[in-house]
């Protein structure tokens, strides 16, 4: 495909309509240098690195950190929640931000906000300085790899944006697998804030490959709904708060008060919807059949299965008293089985359909989490390894199906609306899941006063069997649904 020389930095969409002349999709919305078609994928490989590393580091270090901090272990799970419910929250506006201002400056800006996030993870004090440091970063980061991805939408050709986008998510396969041993090495030998410190030499690579080969790429904007980003952003943020609170005694009445205001605030938010001539998320979403199966059976499906990233290393070292690095080398074959069944989920939603797929490998996944809480210390790593090897397969078979066929039959403007609640829903349900898992565990440990391991298996149970349940709810799909996807 031809490209110009201009300078990357001056290219407008609205200014210059020649940037594609026609409806071609083959044809990009702008023209690169050679240079910038070479080298803007490897922006975006960054920026994914640098979020999924940082998301995967954490779990293993969780428990030393908690030491360091004089917190309790199993009191430690705000410090992901704060960042995947801020994702949850702010992804939504990435996109606008990034048509209203451009491409350059909102990509530069998220890598500023997400390094200097790290830096003030690294240096906080306390818990709570913590928490409030990862919202920051949670912000850049919500703004990050969105805007990343947009970039590389709008600037290569529909016939080569499998192979730049395939090269750009390689992070997203090698992250998961070193995350947690990365994690673990660092706690065990050097200091926790150094988890947080990697952020920023790779902060400081994204941004001069940024400067070099990042176009700044605009569209004309309406007005964005900032009164339903506001109802919104308030009830995820009030139910989060909730399930957290009601495992506490002296916080229930606040926690049960808070589950009303929010589901109020969800309330309205339909309500403001219906009369908003472009609300923030589209009711009209939720008559595709498959959408709304695919959404509801998403954020159903992840309460149970969102919280074992977080509970597997707290039972591996609490409970087992494995050191840090020992969890992280248990917690790779999650990641091996995860890459190893990539490349066979098509074929095996081909043969099976997404139906039985998904009823099947959700109560596959609920029945491996309760062979999980059934682990002891005494067992050898070669027979918790097997285990934990075919939950990170039917993960990835279970998120790549549930993806699919939420927005598969979406059509036009709704394919953009759709997927941007789609990523919505998953951190929101990450967020719900970790902190319904943490509770239900506060519960047995603090409340009824179970012994440490055995308050690990009953949680695991309880997350279990919720994950079995939510299963039932895809036999709302039928057989041939998703047929054209494959």
């Not at 979020?51 to 030393?64: G, V, Y």
């Not at 992804?91 to 500023?112: E, H, M, N, Q």
């Not at 159903?300 to 409970?319: M, N, W």
Request: glycine content about 8%; charged content about 10%.
């Amino acid at each position: 495909m031809p490209y110009s020389k201009a300078n990357p930095a001056d290219t407008n969409l609205n200014s210059n309509t020649n940037n594609n002349p026609t409806d071609d999709p083959n044809i990009p919305k702008v023209k690169l240098t050679l240079a910038q078609a070479k080298f803007l994928p490897y922006v975006m490989a960054v920026a994914l690195f640098m979020q999924i590393l940082d998301a995967t580091i954490l779990n293993t270090a969780l428990p030393r950190m908690a030491i360091a901090l004089g917190e309790s272990p199993l009191k430690m799970q705000w410090a992901v929640i704060s960042y995947a419910l801020t994702l949850a929250i702010f992804i939504p506006v990435s996109g606008f931000l990034a048509d209203k201002f451009g491409t350059r400056k909102v990509f530069f800006s998220s890598i500023v906000i997400f390094s200097i996030g790290s830096l003030f993870c690294a240096l906080s004090p306390t818990l709570n300085i913590l928490v409030l440091s990862r919202l920051l970063q949670g912000i850049g980061g919500a703004m990050m790899t969105p805007v990343a991805r947009l970039i590389l939408f709008k600037s290569y050709p529909r016939n080569q944006l499998l192979t730049v986008m395939n090269f750009a998510v390689i992070p997203a396969l090698i992250a998961p697998l070193i995350g947690p041993l990365v994690g673990g090495y660092i706690v065990e030998y050097a200091s926790w804030p150094w988890i947080f410190l990697i952020n920023i030499p790779m902060g400081i690579l994204g941004l001069v490959l940024g400067v070099r080969y990042v176009p700044n790429l605009t569209e004309r904007v309406s007005k964005f709904d900032w009164l339903g980003f506001g109802i919104f952003a308030a009830a995820a943020g009030l139910l989060t708060l909730a399930v957290e609170m009601i495992s506490r005694p002296e916080d229930t009445v606040t926690g049960v008060s808070f589950i009303a205001v929010g589901l109020a605030l969800l309330f309205a938010y339909v309500a403001h919807a219906k009369r908003h001539r472009a609300p923030l998320f589209p009711l009209s979403l939720f008559s595709v059949r498959t959408f709304k199966v695919g959404i509801v059976g998403n954020l159903f499906t992840r309460l149970g299965i969102s919280g074992v990233p977080y509970l597997l290393p707290l039972l591996l070292q609490v409970a087992f008293h494995y050191t840090p690095s020992q969890a992280g080398w248990l917690l790779m074959p999650i990641a091996a089985g995860s890459m190893m069944v990539k490349p066979w989920v098509s074929r095996i939603i081909r043969t099976f359909s997404y139906r039985k797929v998904l009823l099947a490998n959700t109560i596959l996944v609920g029945i491996l989490i309760i062979l999980i809480g059934q682990f002891n210390a005494a067992m050898p790593w070669y027979y918790l390894a097997p285990v934990l090897f075919v939950m990170g397969g039917c993960n990835s078979l279970q998120f790549s199906a549930m993806n699919t066929i939420t927005i598969g039959d979406l059509k036009g403007t709704q394919t953009s609306s759709g997927n941007s609640l789609m990523a919505v829903n998953q951190q929101l349900a990450m967020s719900f899941g970790l902190a319904f898992g943490a509770a239900v565990l506060v519960v047995f440990s603090d409340r009824l006063h179970l012994a440490t391991t055995a308050a690990f298996t009953s949680t695991f149970w309880v997350m279990g069997i919720l994950t079995i349940l939510s299963g039932l709810y895809f036999l709302r799909l039928k057989t041939d649904d998703g047929q054209g996807m494959y």
